[in-house]
């Protein structure tokens, strides 16, 4: 690059905007003397080809340090070396010797050869380090696309992880495109098919791989590097504005079909890490702004596990995260962000809980970000835990409660029944203090931290030996049962349970008020043999494999019809303006026991039942569930008559009342285990006997039924 004429530039907007004839940058540091902009020929230059030092007296304007550089554009890589004290003890941790990427980059070149460890040591790490590019976000053809904004109401969650879903050789992904955002796009069709409305990506911003145990990658990605650009391995194109057009394609294209796309975010810690961490970005450029520090400054607060904390209340950072937020929805089209360990968001720069965190409210009453989808994992490693009271009007929570409660439910534990029963009806527990809906409560019974489906009827302990630390990393609490063999069996009878008890999970989480989340692979019980902190290991225990759906096609068959029958506006009357889903969270409910009217709420009771009618009394819906290990015979409710069934025959018992239909039994072998209406056996007999460790859900239309249901 010849030699250049390099202009003041202006401090707004952050980051490496293009202009008429070049690229204005701007980047933050409070206490640096010297800034230099670093530029490269290419992606793999091992040396910059200019250094343009940034002084204080041309190129500073408060604490922004900017310059403009005509003759250049999209595509250009540039980086930043920031000069200033390294004093600990008042939390300043400045390096001139590492290369620094630009906090608002929207793109990176990650070099083949990157090595974290040469931003630890002392001396440069020029020739390994992660450089930032410029990109132009204007000339992408949307072709008229936008975020969808589905109502929750209407809303199937699956979780996958981008790489995983496609990465095994059975996904039928050509080799080039596995476990990148295009073979993901590929497997739109399995997902529009299988019912869910909406994916929830693990971390897709640039993350480390090289931050997990040595020998081992990050595979998850909860180690961001950056806040705008894109994971540059989940593209075929390898390039780094290729992943741009990749990422957008693949929104674009889920939208098409009809399916959001909501991003798992992480706002709360960066893969700088602890003390020992490498200088990638934030430490190097205004270490104190960016991270709470204990009191003496030399040391990181640790809130996330992860080393450190962002310091998410304090107005740069704040403004940090909400620039980011609103590029992914105005430039990149996602419909929603789930923030991993959202609580810290909550704290203040002393790490201390605030009652009205200035951060989340920048969030919810953002007129950009209106109408997305905000979901928090309201909890975090330093012991908040705020499920149920997270700050704000317009945020959902991934509901904790819900999973632990009915896994206590369906292994049999004492005390669980009145527990799940609120857990069905929306957590009005958590709630209704603040008159929220059901679909606040996002119901999951497993995701990615912990163990799969499977696993969790398969297994009483973990097995995380392949991680490398002698199984002491992750929970020791799952809340499991293994049906009485530790592991695969090829027992029938204890595949048939284990079998059941899937169906129970997922009966259970697809038809509970509230939103429900799968996770990737449980409609085929993909398994991780027993780990269930599966975030470094980039290999079959963690890809889904796509065989399994031969195996395990009768589970499939189970959550795709679950799916429909909570999906479909016609199962009432034709012409339907409301969902079953909407309709059951809109109405009261009646317990019972294996009695009519006699809920057994005792410590020792292990079955519960339910009865609700629909609005405009259009049907009525019985629900059974046995957790206990014999059959228990429940009395079924003698439905009244109505004026436009009085003549109708094919609906009655042999007494002349009207009969029930069956839509679930879990005790039944597949395809009896679910049916749609058309298809759904009459109960005839008063009673019902409920097998061990099943769910039986029964209903009956009190209006004749549209021909077209079948």
């Known amino acids: 690059m010849a030699a250049v004429t390099v202009g003041a530039g202006a401090p707004a907007p952050l980051g490496a905007t293009i202009r008429p004839h ?28 200019h250094v343009i030092p940034l002084t204080a007296n041309a190129h500073r304007t408060y604490h922004y340090w900017h310059a403009f550089v005509p003759g250049i554009g999209a595509g250009q890589v540039y980086g930043y070396r920031a000069h200033g004290p390294f004093a600990p003890e008042h939390g300043l941790r400045f390096d001139a010797d590492k290369i620094l990427i630009d906090p608002y980059g929207l793109a990176l070149a990650m070099p083949d050869h990157y090595d974290r460890d040469a931003a630890k040591r002392p001396g440069s790490n020029a020739s390994v380090a992660i450089r930032s590019v410029v990109a132009d976000c204007g000339c992408y053809d949307w072709q008229g696309d936008m975020p969808l904004h589905r109502a929750f109401a209407e809303t199937v969650i699956y979780e996958l992880h981008v790489r995983g879903f496609t990465r095994h050789p059975s996904s039928g992904v050509a080799s080039e495109k596995r476990g990148t955002f295009a073979g993901l796009t590929e497997k739109i069709p399995y997902l529009k098919d299988l019912g869910v409305t909406a994916v929830e990506l693990l971390p897709v911003f640039q993350f480390d791989p090289q931050d997990a145990p040595r020998g081992r990658v990050n595979y998850w990605g909860y180690q961001p590097i950056s806040f705008f650009a894109p994971h540059h391995a989940y593209s075929s194109q390898k390039t780094p504005l290729g992943v741009l057009d990749e990422f957008r394609d693949m929104v674009k294209a889920f939208h098409r079909q009809g399916l959001e796309v909501i991003l798992d975010v992480v706002f709360n810690h960066t893969t700088e890490g602890g003390v020992t961490g490498p200088t990638l970005c934030y430490r190097g450029l205004a270490n104190d702004t960016y991270y709470i520090l204990q009191p003496d400054k030399s040391q990181y607060a640790d809130y996330t596990g992860c080393g450190n904390t962002m310091n998410a209340n304090q107005p740069i950072v704040r403004r940090l995260i909400q620039d980011s937020l609103r590029y992914w929805v105005t430039e990149m089209h996602v419909d929603g962000f789930r923030f991993d360990l959202a609580s810290i968001l909550a704290r203040d720069e002393a790490g201390h809980p605030l009652a009205n965190p200035p951060v989340l409210w920048d969030i919810e009453t953002d007129p950009l970000l209106a109408g997305t989808k905000l979901i928090a994992e309201a909890w975090d490693a330093g012991g908040l ?16 409660r819900f999973r632990d409660d009915v896994r206590h439910f369906f292994r049999g534990d004492n005390g669980a029944v009145s527990r799940v029963a609120t857990r069905v009806v929306g957590s009005p527990d958590l709630y209704s203090h603040k008159k929220r809906e059901a679909e606040q409560s996002v119901n999951f019974v497993t995701c990615h931290d912990g163990f799969t489906l499977n696993d969790l009827v398969s297994y009483d302990r973990k097995h995380n030996e392949a991680n490398g630390e002698n199984n002491r990393d992750g929970s020791d609490d799952n809340v499991s049962w293994n049906c009485g063999v530790e592991g695969p069996s090829a027992d ?3 595949e048939a349970v284990r079998n059941r008890q899937v169906k129970n999970f997922l009966a259970l989480e697809l038809l509970a008020a509230g939103t429900p989340m799968l996770l990737m692979g449980d409609e085929v019980r993909r398994t991780q043999g027993g780990n269930n902190n599966a975030y470094c290991l980039d290999n079959e225990i963690s890809w889904f494999d796509w065989s399994l759906l031969q195996r395990h096609g009768d589970i499939h068959r189970f959550v795709k019809l679950l799916i429909a029958l909570r999906q479909r506006r016609d199962v009432v009357a034709e012409g339907d303006t409301f969902t079953l889903n909407e309709l059951l969270h809109q109405v009261p409910i009646v317990w019972h026991g294996v009695e009519l009217d006699r809920p057994d709420w005792n410590d020792h009771s292990h079955s519960l039942a339910f009865t609700l009618q629909s609005l405009q009394a259009r049907f009525l819906l019985h629900g059974m569930f046995n957790a206990f290990w014999e059959p228990l015979t429940f009395q079924l409710p003698l439905p009244k008559d109505s004026p436009e069934l009085m003549a109708s025959g094919e609906l009655r018992t042999a007494n002349g009342d009207l009969a029930w239909r069956r839509f679930i039994d879990t005790a039944l072998a597949s395809p009896a285990d679910i049916n749609l209406w058309a298809q759904a056996p009459i109960v005839r007999e008063p009673t019902y006997t409920v097998q061990p460790r099943s769910v039986v859900i029964l209903a009956l239309p009190l209006r004749p039924v549209a021909a077209r249901m079948s």
């Open 492 to 494: 029938p009878a204890v």
């Open 385 to 400: 835990y705020q499920v149920g009271s997270f700050v704000g009007d317009a945020w959902q929570e991934w509901n904790g």
């Open 22 to 49: 070049g690229v204005n940058f701007s980047v933050f540091s409070r206490h640096a003397t010297l800034v230099e902009l670093l530029l490269f020929e290419s992606e793999a230059a091992i040396e910059p080809s």
